[in-house]
């Protein structure tokens, strides 16, 4: 273990291990916090800060962004605790991926498709899971994986039609990834 | 003291660092699981690679019997605990309209970030598209709130709607679970040449 070959990236967890440690590190955050975890929630609240500081009166007239703003902007949606949350997430996925050899500047997409072309579709993913995330009132993060250990009935119907939709979807984007 | 710890009453540094840290294993977690792989993600969706059905169900399978177990021995007040609301038709399309985005864009936003941090370009675009829908969705919001607010259900777990007590639900999401593995493998085998 003394010299970690940047050259060949360390291989994946075991996915049964890793789910564990995952499951374990959700079960500390409900013992903790008494919640679960999260990520698209901090989309929600970097954009409504965003939406404050340009244009503030708009923000709090706003019942989506003033939720996060405050109806007086006496909230600071950018300290809230799935914020932090996410920028923990982002440096634990880069020291990790450090650690083991994997950090690298890359595209990842299928042969069929262009860098340019991924990249589009990549953005254009981004923006409709955004209003499948808010209309659901949390993503896969959120609602499936710590609703679904809360046993939530809302949490189980978004994982039954999220990867329903996947399926169904799939051969028709088929050679982005294939 | 029983869980789950009173954090208002802890302070702002016990509230930063409880998200700093569990954020920070839940990144970890997700990059050793391989979950910032675009590719790996969506092989769930081609019969490649399940690795996304095979962690996800994993955790929730550990934290799901964890919060049983500890709930039994009186560790933990369940009653304190957050169950997210259910509002059954938005969360139904919600996930119709997210189900389609994952398998366009290739991650979802969790394991986009991820992404990003381990160096992926495409996962940057991803995060921005994100921010992007977020705001257009915030924009629209007065449009879309009646539908936002529909079909709330009263019943808030799976025990509660099946009328079963929480131990046979959750023996049913385990056998569930095993037999998925069961059939994650076999088609995993049968993928690779």
């Known amino acids: 273990m003394s010299d970690p070959a940047r050259a060949a990236p360390r291989a994946y967890a075991n996915p049964y291990v ?3 440690g995952l499951g374990l590190v959700l079960l500390a955050a409900f013992l903790v916090t008494g919640h679960g975890l999260g990520a698209s929630g901090a989309a929600a609240a970097v954009v409504s800060a965003g939406v404050e500081a340009v244009a503030p009166t708009h923000a709090r007239a706003n019942p989506f962004f003033g939720a996060w703003t405050g109806a007086d902007g006496g909230r600071a949606p950018l300290s809230d605790w799935i914020v932090l949350e996410v920028a923990g997430l982002i440096a634990g996925a880069a ?9 690298q500047r890359r595209v990842d997409r299928g042969p069929g498709i262009g860098d340019r072309r991924r990249l589009l579709a990549a953005f254009a993913g981004g923006t409709v899971m955004a209003f499948g995330a808010r209309l659901a009132r949390g993503c896969t993060s959120g609602l499936g994986l710590t609703g679904g250990a809360a046993l939530s009935v809302g949490a189980w119907v978004f994982l039954l039609t999220l990867f329903a939709a996947g399926y169904a979807v799939a051969p028709l984007l088929r050679r982005s990834w294939r | 003291m029983s869980a789950p710890l009173p954090l208002d009453a802890t302070g702002p540094v016990a509230h930063a660092a409880s ?15 391989g979950l910032g ?3 790996k993600l ?12 095979k962690v996800m169900f994993t955790a929730i399978v550990t934290c799901m019997l964890g919060l049983l177990v500890l709930g039994a021995l009186g560790l933990v007040n369940r009653t304190r605990l957050v169950v997210p609301p259910t ?3 938005p969360q139904a399309v919600g996930g119709l309209i997210f189900g389609v985005g994952f398998v366009l864009g290739g991650y979802c936003p969790g394991t986009g970030c ?7 370009l495409d996962a940057l675009a991803l995060v921005a598209g994100l921010l992007g829908g977020t705001w257009l969705f ?4 007065s449009r879309l709130r009646g539908f936002y607010e529909a079909t709330p259900m009263a019943a808030r777990t799976l025990p509660e709607l099946f009328g079963l007590a929480e131990g046979a639900v959750v023996a049913g999401v385990v056998v569930l679970a095993l037999a998925g593995f069961g059939v994650a493998e076999h088609l995993e085998r049968r993928s690779s040449p």
């Open chain 1, 18 to 20: 890793a789910g564990a």
């Open chain 1, 95 to 103: 020291l990790s991926a450090w650690a083991a050899g994997r950090w």
């Open chain 2, 19 to 33: 998200a700093l840290l569990l954020g920070g294993a839940f990144g970890v977690a997700l990059e050793r699981a």
């Open chain 2, 37 to 39: 792989d675009a590719r």
């Open chain 2, 42 to 53: 969506t092989g769930q969706f081609y019969g490649t690679d399940f690795a996304v059905f």
């Open chain 2, 87 to 89: 509002y059954l038709l």
């Open chain 2, 114 to 120: 991820t992404a990003a941090a381990s160096g992926r």
């Open chain 2, 138 to 141: 915030g924009e629209a919001f």
